[in-house]
């Protein structure tokens, strides 16, 4: 038997500048959205960098066609929640490798926004839920924790600032894992964020209509993720995050 986790701690904080690195278009917009509009509403400046553009994500489309179409998504599911800076890394969707490339191209991301929170995904073989990890979903869950120092070590990468002038960063003082087995803390999202972020998932409607029908609608899937989550943590809605504090 697993020995029961310690009790969530409420994460109240709001940094200056957030950076969300993910694999796919959507991989934000399945709960983390919610805590980005409620950082973006305390005055947050957020990004999002992902590394995929999510070509190989519908069945149904030609990998070009719903490269643009997927982008063209993601952004308004960004502008949905205040962010404007949405950046794609260009690695081929459904077989991003983990490596010195990956980890310099995030690296680069964080140099060139300086932030103070990095948002990174689980890179366990199961998500909290006991779902399967998607490989692209590890390797980049991975390379981001490695990458926040890499961006802060000048030695490492080091043509990101001799040839393309990007000083090193080592402001990340937090790094917030989602969809964790263990996470440690949660961020109330109830309200006006749940709310939000229902709206940003709603954007990805060619994806959405590509899904099997017995997928639940993106109410009833925040439901079940933000709710579960708010059950966790005596609230209504909360995003579920394992928290590594820096420094």
């Given at each position: 038997m697993e020995p029961d986790l310690p009790p969530l701690a409420r994460f109240d904080e709001t940094p200056a500048s957030v950076l969300c690195v993910v694999a796919h278009p959507d991989d934000i917009e399945y709960g983390t959205a919610a805590a980005v509009h409620r950082w973006v509403g305390a005055g947050a400046r957020v990004a999002y960098f992902l590394l995929t553009s999510g070509e190989a994500g519908i069945d149904t489309m030609d990998p070009v066609q719903a490269k643009a179409v997927r982008e063209d998504e993601?952004?308004?599911?960004a502008r949905?929640?205040?962010?404007?800076?949405?950046?794609?890394?260009?690695?081929?969707?459904?077989?991003?490798?983990?490596?010195?490339?990956?980890?310099?191209?995030?690296?680069?991301?964080?140099r060139r926004h300086r932030p103070e929170l990095v948002v990174a995904s689980h890179w366990g073989e199961r998500f909290g839920t006991g779902m399967l990890n998607q490989a692209d979903h590890r390797a980049v869950g991975l390379a981001t924790l490695d990458a926040v120092a890499d961006a802060g070590n000048r030695w490492l990468h080091r043509d990101l600032l001799e040839v393309e002038g990007l000083e090193p960063w080592g402001g990340v003082t937090v790094?917030?894992?989602?969809?964790?087995?263990?996470?440690?803390?949660?961020?109330?999202?109830?309200?006006?964020?749940?709310?939000?972020?229902?709206?940003?998932?709603?954007?990805?409607?060619?994806?959405?209509?590509?899904l099997p029908p017995e997928f639940p609608v993106p109410r009833a899937l925040l439901q079940m993720i933000l709710g579960s989550?708010?059950?966790?943590?005596?609230?209504?809605?909360?995003?579920l995050l394992d928290v590594i504090r820096r420094g």
């Open positions: 993601e952004r308004e599911s949905r929640v205040g962010v404007e800076s949405v950046e794609f890394g260009g690695w081929p969707d459904g077989a991003v490798e983990y490596g010195l490339a990956l980890r310099k191209d995030i690296a680069r991301a964080i790094i917030a894992v989602g969809g964790s087995d263990r996470p440690t803390h949660f961020v109330d999202v109830s309200g006006e964020p749940f709310e939000a972020a229902v709206h940003s998932l709603e954007a990805h409607e060619a994806y959405n209509r590509a989550g708010g059950e966790a943590a005596g609230v209504e809605h909360a995003l």
